[in-house]
């Protein structure tokens, strides 16, 4: 009995850390959720509620209705959908290129990728404004849908290149000698088993282009170009912060991403579990 005891206090702890990080988790977006569907009265009214006294649905309503916020949803998923698709086929190419060939400078390359991620995008930004600036691009969407794709494509290429390393050569070998070409054998054998790599490739480049603010920010302030996480920022006023709009507005721009983890949940496990760059 007494060796069941300690055998079960590891487990129940863990189970209580669990609990508290899953607590943890999920306390923001309860709140959220629950200021979203309070009234302005009683959002301002100083007391702690743990759930409305009045259901509302008015702030989602003044979001879509009144707000230029359906137009930050449109142009939120331009700039990720198009970015997400050149990093992908950039890491597709790129990703097999590293994996398959053996060419001079190809460790250099790879080590050049890897160093990207360690620069500080302040040192970045100035170039690219002006950049943008003298090719008049800033206020336009291709500024953003460019600098995505330019900041995720060596982590993806790289992630990509160590899906690529974990399919047998013999089977494209075994596909070519039953008569398919390159083409042929990408698109039928290879491509297939990378499902789950693609996948994981795909969500990552465009939860990193949906969720950016900075560049956004930098980049874009007029209406007609503004995406979702810099319309948020812009229910914080000067002398006001309407929160019960910013909490409807942060709860929709949620739904494209959970409906897309929903989808692709089994793809995104099997990726990044397949996808682990090997030592």
Known sequence: MASFGRKAA???????????????????????IVTSLKTRQEIYSGQLTLWPKALTWLNYVDTLQNTSFPRYLVNSFTVSMSSSILVLLASILGGYSLARYQFKGKQFVLISFLATQMVPVMVILVPLFITFGQIHLLNKLPSLIITYTAMNIPFCLITMSSFFQRIPVSLEEAAMIDGCNKFQTMSKVVLPMMQPGIVATFVFAFIGAWNDLFFGVMFTNSESAKTVPVGLSSFVQKFDINWGQMSAAGMISLIPVIIMFAIVQKYIVAGLTQGAVKG
């Open 10 to 32: 590891p487990e129940l702890v863990r189970v209580v850390v669990l609990l508290l990080f899953a607590l943890g988790t999920l306390l923001p977006f309860y709140w959220m």
